[in-house]
């Protein structure tokens, strides 16, 4: 089992509706969540992180955690063509950053 | 402020060369750390450091070197490529490395053994 899974799409949106990208991770100690978005041949840029349970919204961006299902999501309201790019789900160990573990992604694509 | 810059953007190297990869930031961080990906992979920990002085193993250390020439400063060192080092490098920096603390990457380089 992979330690951080994702669903590698590509998932398509129409543009306007609710993007719902999901993550689960295997090791029930981690405590911090992140979410990065990587436009093609670009690097990874943050755009939310979550260390307890419960949502956290920002902006048109909204991540939920349930660490008891070991699951972590992002949602996007309101899609425009920019949300195109691979989105990568990233879990932190307890205390170290050499625990990080990133996802392989998740493919988003918003047609209009 | 640059962020983090990362220098070679290409590279394309014969099995068996050396090269150095360099990495800096200017953002005063304390953590440095270089990630490779492959093609439908998600960002794998090669080493870290932690802060100035140090540098640890991470999840693919095996054919790497690495060095904190100073705060700002990280570079990474094949001696013998293979072609299974083929990959997109990624350096990162962050103001601590803790299990809470945002990472800053750099635009990459795109290595390729032959």
């Known amino acids: 089992q992979k330690e951080v899974e994702q669903n590698s799409g590509p998932l398509s949106v129409p543009e306007g509706a609710i993007a719902s990208l999901n993550c689960t991770y295997s090791d029930r100690v981690s405590q911090s969540f992140f979410w990065y978005r990587q436009y093609s041949g670009k690097s990874p840029e943050l755009i939310m992180s979550i260390y307890s349970n419960g949502d956290k919204e920002d902006g048109r961006f909204t991540a939920q955690l349930n660490k008891a299902s070991q699951y972590v999501s992002l949602l996007i309201r309101d899609s425009q063509p920019s949300d195109s790019a691979t989105y990568l789900c990233a879990v932190n160990g307890y205390s170290s950053a050499s625990k990080i573990i990133f996802g392989s992604g998740t493919r988003l694509s918003i047609r209009p | 402020n640059a962020g983090v810059t990362q220098t070679p953007k290409f590279q394309v190297l014969k099995t068996g060369q050396s090269m150095t990869l360099q990495c800096a930031q200017d953002?005063?961080?304390?953590?440095m750390y270089w990630y490779r990906q492959d093609p439908g992979m998600g960002l794998r920990l090669i080493y870290y450091s932690a802060s100035e002085g140090t540098t640890d193993k991470g999840e693919v250390p095996n054919g790497y070197n690495v060095s904190r020439l100073n705060k700002r400063e990280f570079s990474l060192r094949l001696e013998s490529a293979a072609p299974s080092q083929t990959s997109v490098y990624f350096c990162?920096?962050?103001?601590?490395?803790?299990?809470?603390?945002?990472?800053?990457f750099g635009p990459g380089t795109r290595l390729t053994v032959l």
């Open positions: 990162a920096s962050s103001v601590l490395a803790g299990s809470t603390d945002t990472q800053y």
């Open positions: 953002m005063n961080h304390n953590s």
